[in-house]
Every structure is written in structure tokens, then in C-alpha cells.
């Protein structure tokens, strides 16, 4: 078999067997040069794979039940990397763990050579979101306990089934190319994807496509309307004294959080309209009577840009070295996490466009929709159940209205390789966020059927990278001509920072025994559903309120353009 002359390929005419020869460079070119896949052959290809997904099903709603029901916090997501780094072991990934100094971050890898292609999703859960799936109104089956009331447990599950196909496609076809699929850890608290960029986890990456839940099958390219953020905790160090004997011999930390807190809210009105900023009191003191040696304040400082968070971060320096001043106390500060707002590839987000339309939204049951209804009208917001018409390609927003507010740290990925967000429609619309409500159809059909929609979209997608050549350069070319010509990536995190991998401990460690006793089993049950003894749906006989129209409508399809994905 010959490989012709190319314009810019100086080998001229030359054997693929002289190529194999010559070593990997050459025969790396070769590869890259070889003729276009045909419109036809790439369409038989994307067929097989979506078959694949489709046959797959079973295994996909397995891997949804089982990590939501462990239901971790961020940076505490030990069950559930342990079972998803299981099952792409089993598979041949080879597995790197502990990736950029956090216990609960890996990267799964299979294949060799270019294209390397990133594959992620988020893996943790909220803070008091325990709740029943199928049931549509409040019903913990822990209260107080943690649960995945974003839907950060099917993601995974989507980019491993997609992944398995593509690998069985490589082997049949005997294609190059690198498989790396990788957690958003604590992406809730925007923890680990820039320490992730830090350690180099996406330095030879040729695309980043990274998955969300949302309520629609969409993709997105250009500038996103979020915020990016830095998270910063204000640490203050006082005097205890006795409250009531001597109270003017302590000097009260409490007092200088405070007057922080009060101080920014007066400042607030004096920022610019796109910030975002909100805060809590992460230690108030031990008891009333002792006057608080110690005591701190968490906030996040949301903008537009770099230069924007970074002048949020300076007020806050500015409004803590203030506070001290005035309580005598001194303060230290340290920064449990930062995103940059995201911008996502043009080229890879129509190619995904295109594959979005071929496989359409989900056909929901009777049984969905009721479902959907049921919890719309419990949380009063209109009842117009799930969505049945796919949203467009999104644009990039205009300036004036980036006014989402929203955070992801996908966003720090998006600035070192061409990347896209591709949301699927495993959840509800119109739901408040980061709620139990937004976990009530995790682990239902609408999950497993939105998830396995989303993973057929990404499987096509995936085909396209491997089998057009064309559609890197056009990635590439749109990053480093558009996306970065003007605006370069700048850690919002400094070298000395490390992340905050203590964080949710205590909780987790306080819940997860007894949330133990609810971990799904699947060689028992078919379902987590049937495992619970959960009748699908569950709903009220009469709604707890009549539905009133929302003042505006909550989307959820991520990124930057809602409050259900966005942090």
C-alpha cells in the first residue's frame, strides 16, 4: 500500500511498510496523512457504537444506581472512584491514582498514541441532599445526610459506556489514539481541576470532552455566561477571656469576622453588577461565655475574568486586614479553591451539534412524565414535565448578559486545551439546584435513559475526533487564533496552594455508616428503585401547593447558564 505525496509532507511517495521502519514519527505522520474517511464508512462507524451504548443500557443504569447511593462529598468520594476505577481496570485502563495530591483524583488511560482524548465529569454530591429517587416530594433516607442533588452520579457512568464502545471500535479497526477519562473531584467547592491543570494531567491532551447533566440534549462554544471564582477562607486569631468577668481582656475573633461580613455587604453596592459574592461563617466561637480566640469566614468572589476576581480578592485581603484593625486581632487567609470562567471549542462543539440531532431526546413514559409534574408542582414552579424539543447549539452570550452568576472549574481546562461541555438530559427542569429535589430522578428512568442518550452523542462525537483529522486542526486552530489570542491562562491558585482535601471529612465520616446500609446492590436487585421498595413514581394524592409561575425560568443546561450545574 502506497501513501502519496501530500502539499507540506517532504517524504514524498513512500510504503507504510518503509514508514514502520523508519520509527514512530514517521510512522505517526503517515497515520495523520492517510486518506479522509469516507462520509459513509464514518457513518457505518458511528451506527456500531451508538448500537453498542444501546446494547450497554443495563451496565449504564447499574453504574448510575450504585454511585448514587454512596452519595459523597467533595474530596471524599472514595467508594465511588474505587468502583469506577474498578470497572475500567477490569476493562484494560490502566489506572494513575492520587493524581495532583488528592487521594480521590485518577486518570484512566487505554491506547497508545495521538489523538489523546480527555474525557471527564464530576463525581460528588451535596451537603443535606439525601433523598428517595422516584418519590416527588421531600423523603431523606437519611436526614441531614449528603446526596446527589446535582446529578454528578451519572456522568461517569455516561463517559465509561462511551468509552467502552469507542475502545471495542478501535480495536476493530485498528485505530491509534489515547483514552483518558479523569474525575472533577469536589467540583462543588471548585477544588481540584485546577491542581488537576497544575500537575499537567492535560498538558499533551489533543481535546477535553467533558460531560453534565442537565434537562436537554445542548453543547455550547465561545466565552460561557458564568463567572469564574476564587475561594477564599479568612482565618482570624484573638484573645479568649471570661464573656461576663472580663470581657475587656479578650479580644474577640468572632467580632472581626463580623465586622468583615458587614463591611463587605456595604461594599457590595459600590461593585461592579456582573460579581456574584456570599459567604459563611465557617468557625463562630466555642461557647457564649468564652470570648472566641478564633474564628473564620468562608467566601467566594465570583466575575467575568481574571483581572476581576483578582481585584474581588484584594477587597477581601483589603476588608480583613481592616476588621483586624479594629478588633486588635491578626489574619491569616488561605484558598480552598478557584475556576476560570469557561470558553469552549467552536470546531468540537458543532461537530457534537450535529450528533445531538441524529439522536434526539429520550422518549419519556407516562411514568417520567408524572414524575417530573408531580415534583414541578410540589416545588411550585409550572408543570410542564420533561423536555420533548431540543434546544439549539448555544452561542456565545453577549457581554451584557454573561448574568448567570454560576461557577464550574472545567473552565480552567477549557483555557489549556480545546474543550466542550456536552449536557444530557437526566434530571428535571425548572428545579431550584443543589436541592434534594434535583436528586429525586437520579436513579430513576429518566436518569438512565438521559445518561444513555448523552453517551451516544459522545461515542459519535469520539468517532469524529478519531476518524477526521481535519476537525483537531479546526479545534486547534480556533484556540490558539480566537480563544487565546488575546487572553493567555493565569492560575487563579498560587504554587504554595494545596488543596483542601480535609474538607467534608467530619460530615462524611458522621454519615457514612449508616449510608452504608442503603449502598445499591446489584447482584440482588435490579434496580435501586426495587431495592428501596420505591413504587415508580411516587407522588402525593393532592399537590402540597397550587404551582405559581416562576418569576423566570431556572434552565439546566450547563455550563454558566443555570443553577442546577453550575457552582
Partial sequence: MTLHHAPGNPFGSITLACVALLGPTLATLARAERAPTSADKIAAYKAQVVSEVEASKKQTQVMIDMVFSFGELGFQEFETSKYLTGILEKEGFTVQRGVAGIPTAWVASWGSGKPIISLGSDIDCIPQASQKPGVAYHDPLIEGAPGHGEGHNSGQPLNITAALAIKHFMEREKLPGTLRLWPGVAEELLGGKAYMVRDGVFKDVDAALFTHVGD???????????????????????????????????RS???????????????????????????????????????????????????????????LHAIGDAMAQGAALMTNTTVTSRVLGAAWPGHFNKALAFAAYENIKQVG?????????????????????????????LKTLRDPPEEAARTRGGSDDIGDVSWVVPTIVLNYPANIPNLPGHNWANAIAMATPIAHKGTTAGAKVLAMTLVDVLTKPELLRQAWAYFRDEQTAVQSYKPLIAATDKPSIWLNKKTMDEYRERMRAFYYNPSKYDTYLEQLGITYPTVRAKPAAKPVASNEPVESDFPGTLADATK
Fill in 216 to 250: 436537554n440534549l445542548q453543547v455550547g462554544w465561545g466565552v460561557d455566561a458564568g463567572t469564574g471564582l476564587i475561594s477564599v477562607e479568612y482565618m482570624f486569631k484573638g484573645e479568649s477571656a471570661h464573656a461576663a468577668a472580663a470581657p475587656w481582656r479578650g
Fill in 253 to 311: 475573633a468572632l467580632d472581626a469576622v463580623e465586622l468583615m461580613d458587614v463591611g463587605w455587604d456595604f461594599r457590595r453596592e459600590h461593585l461592579r453588577l456582573a460579581q456574584r459574592s456570599h459567604h459563611i461563617i465557617t468557625n463562630g466561637g466555642d461557647q457564649p461565655n468564652v470570648v472566641p480566640a478564633n474564628a473564620s469566614v468562608w467566601y467566594y468572589f465570583r466575575e467575568l475574568d481574571y483581572e476581576h476576581i483578582q481585584e
Fill in 361 to 389: 431526546l429520550p422518549k419519556w413514559s407516562d411514568a417520567d412524565q408524572k414524575l417530573a409534574k408531580a415534583l414541578q408542582g410540589e416545588i411550585r414552579v409550572p408543570m410542564a414535565g420533561m423536555s420533548i424539543a
